[in-house]
């Protein structure tokens, strides 16, 4: 049974860091392009930052030179680095593994975890 586990969420102030971890399982984790998502009350879900298998990364304007987004295939775990964090970044962030196969999307979702920016 496939299982993204997301972890690192909490509560920070204005101007401080998180690192969230996405640990899989039971997939070929180098062969799938990971993201992180978000969403916040309210909205809709927002791609945060992307890795494909190769390593490529790319990220949404508002976080860019703020977050990081990597990945280290022996743990089978994508991590993404915040910083300078405001309130408008408080949100659920969830991680998805992605890939095609045979011309047909596979892709698995997190359970997602809070991520609170407050004073």
């Known amino acids: 049974q496939v299982q993204l586990v997301e972890s690192g969420g909490g509560l920070v102030q204005p101007g401080g860091s998180l690192r969230l971890s996405c640990a899989a399982s039971a997939i070929t984790f180098s062969r799938y392009d990971m993201g992180w998502y978000r969403q916040a009350p309210g909205k809709q879900r927002e791609l945060v930052a992307a890795i494909t298998s190769s390593g490529t990364t790319n990220y949404a304007d508002s976080v860019k030179g703020r977050f990081t987004i990597s990945r280290d295939n022996a743990k089978k775990t994508v991590y993404l680095q915040m910083n300078s964090l405001n309130a408008e970044d408080t949100a659920v962030y969830y991680c998805?593994?992605?890939?095609?196969?045979?011309?047909?999307?596979?892709?698995?979702w997190g359970q997602g975890t809070q991520v609170i920016v407050s004073s």
């Open positions: 998805k593994a992605y890939r095609t196969a045979w011309g047909s999307p596979i892709e698995y």
